[in-house]
């Protein structure tokens, strides 16, 4: 993202410095009249947009309100008070700064083929601006154009979601047909693959939604959305311009498309590009690795459970799978794990690192997003760039909407999930012919077919911590999730020394009293039976928080308008369910 934020400055400077050229009039702003008369003028004007897109400090806390992570206290959205005095989010000046764009871009004395590119720029961040507002509020005002003070649609009341959405798809359309489609190997421009994966994103988004939330009287257009959705993943596949990344160390590159400060173009098409030396940085070391800065997270042993072993069969099929010390339950696993969170050999500035207690509740510590140096653990000043978008969710997008219309076969499985798999280590990915039991009971008990409960399973482990769980959860119904009970690893016995990767040295004990002598190196975690606690009172799993109260109720998959914009806007009604 480093080169949008200079291209920006260099705009500032080219368009306030003076210029020798008599025919032009000099000026003090931007106006129509001197902002949009050359190509570079609009692709300066164009850079700004980038801004709408998440940074890296996004990306890391994408995933905060999750199914599979607990942190210090639970969000104050399912737990505690929160109503639309607490909301925010109802901002449309990206907007208007969009829309101006596309209103006056036509007058630039340019090729067709260069405006029609730059239009579908714009439009392709119309298209993500709406579709973040229709994933928060549901109905939303649709704006066309670019409004002024006095204009009286600031006050109209919002439009249905069907005007919205096709809207944003004709958006997603025009971009696909007429961006460039040159591959952008530095991970930092869009272009049409790049439209392609998003209106993939988004066109399953609302296919799944509009089929699992009946209340919205949509579900006879669901399949039309999720066609939309395998047509657009379908023709990214078939240009052959990105793969997965197969080429290093299998116990690497899956991690290695996170840690990097160069984006691997192989696989990501749009990252948060951050740089060591122009200083653009994300604080990912710092959020994942502080005890006071970060929120603490760690993924609980429910979601671990789902990572399948070596083999292919799940490691929930053995009897006792809860009762597994940690040191063994991690290994012969999918080799996302290793990638995912600290276990085993895992090591920083060349020390072995096993979890730690200072800063993980249940065990399991991630390390996806991080650097492997204690540098930038107290600082913001992570230079690793972040996938925005890649080609693994492109293939995970195919095969759920394939699934979801009842066409998948298993010529698609082997060229989506089993590819995954065998990146992931995998050694067996045969087509399944059961339904997990685990998955059913835990996480979807309205799931009969077996392939949709696989591909539900695949994108949680290989999206993990990238921003997509919340959403996934709203558009399968399935916010009830998030009142999962926290759990951990398993303890064997309290007051007992534990060694959690084999190295020799003991690493944490649990312990119902800190004791007066304490072995060096030894983090003591405090076992209170309130907070924390043994599922079998001196042995057991780790249940965290279970004196919080967490709910969920269904109007909660709409977020409230902001209480002022409804005092400032009568038109405005509130979402069901929320009261001001």
């Known amino acids: 993202m480093q080169k949008h934020l200079l291209y920006i400055l260099v705009a500032m400077v080219l368009f306030t410095a003076c210029d020798h050229d008599l025919d032009l009039k000099p000026f003090d702003k931007l106006s129509p009249e001197n902002a949009f008369n050359t190509e570079k003028d609009l692709q300066l004007y164009a850079n700004s947009f980038y801004l709408i897109l998440p940074d890296g400090s996004d990306i890391v806390r994408g995933d905060a309100l999750s199914d599979y992570l607990v942190g210090r206290t639970p969000s104050n959205y399912i737990y505690g008070s929160f109503g639309p005095t ?114 993939s994103r988004v066109c399953l988004f609302e296919g799944t939604f509009r089929k699992y939330q009946p209340q919205l009287g949509l579900a006879g257009t669901a399949n039309q959305w999720l066609d939309e959705a395998i047509a ?66 760690s993924f609980i042993k429910k979601f671990i459970n789902t990572y399948l072993k070596t083999d292919g069969t799940p490691f929930t099929a053995q009897a006792g799978y809860n009762s597994i010390p940690f040191v063994e339950e991690v290994k012969d696993r999918d080799l996302r794990l290793q990638q995912s969170i600290r276990m085993g050999d895992y090591t920083r500035d060349g020390a072995i690192a096993p979890p730690d207690f200072t800063y993980t509740y249940t065990g399991y510590m991630p390390i996806k997003l991080t650097l492997d140096s204690r540098a930038t653990d107290g600082v913001a000043e992570n230079y690793n760039s972040l996938p925005l978008v890649r080609y693994a969710e492109v293939l995970l997008n195919y095969a759920e909407a394939k699934a979801e219309r009842g066409t998948f076969t298993t010529a698609d499985w082997d060229a989506t999930i089993a590819r995954l798999r065998q990146r992931a280590g995998i050694s067996s990915a045969p087509f399944p012919a059961t339904a997990d039991t685990y998955l059913q009971q835990n996480y979807f008990p309205g799931i009969t077919d077996p392939v949709l409960l696989e591909i539900r399973r695949e994108r949680g482990i290989e999206l993990a911590l990238e921003g997509f769980r919340y959403d996934d959860l709203k558009r399968w119904r399935a916010g009830k999730l998030l009142e999962n009970q926290y759990d951990g690893m398993y303890v064997p016995a309290l007051n007992t020394l534990m060694d959690l990767n084999e190295d020799g040295k003991m690493d944490v004990s649990f312990v ?69």
């Open 86 to 199: 607490q909301a925010s989010g109802w901002s449309w000046s990206d907007l208007r700064k969009v829309n101006y764009f596309l209103e006056h871009a036509g007058q630039a004395q340019i090729p067709t083929e260069a405006l029609e590119h730059y239009l579908g720029l714009g439009r392709f961040f119309r298209a993500w601006f709406y579709f973040d507002k229709v994933k928060q509020f549901g109905d939303v005002p649709w704006y066309g154009k670019a409004l002024d003070v006095n204009d009286p649609d600031l006050y109209k009341p919002r439009d249905p979601r069907t005007l919205v959405m096709d809207s944003v798809l004709a958006d997603l359309d025009y971009a696909c047909a007429h961006l460039r489609d040159a591959k952008d190997n530095s991970a930092s421009q869009v272009t049409r693959w790049v439209a392609l994966a998003f209106k």
């Open 512 to 580: 119902e009293s800190i004791p007066a002598q304490k072995v060096p190196g030894v983090y003591y975690f405090l076992v209170d039976n309130v907070q924390f606690k043994l599922t079998g009172g001196s042995s057991g799993n780790l249940v965290l928080f279970d004196n919080l109260q967490r709910k969920y109720e269904d109007y909660k998959y709409f977020y409230p308008i902001p209480y002022n914009e409804i005092v400032l806007n009568g038109n405005l009604e509130q979402n069901p369910g929320w009261t001001n």
């Open 232 to 297: 657009a993943a379908d023709e990214l596949i078939q240009g052959n311009k990105y793969q997965l990344l197969t080429s290093g160390d299998a116990g690497e590159n899956y991690r290695n498309l996170f840690r990097n400060e160069t984006p691997n173009s192989t696989e990501v098409l749009l990252a948060a590009v951050n740089s060591k030396s122009l200083r653009v940085f994300n604080d990912a070391n710092w959020y994942w690795t502080s005890a006071t800065y970060g929120g603490r997270f």
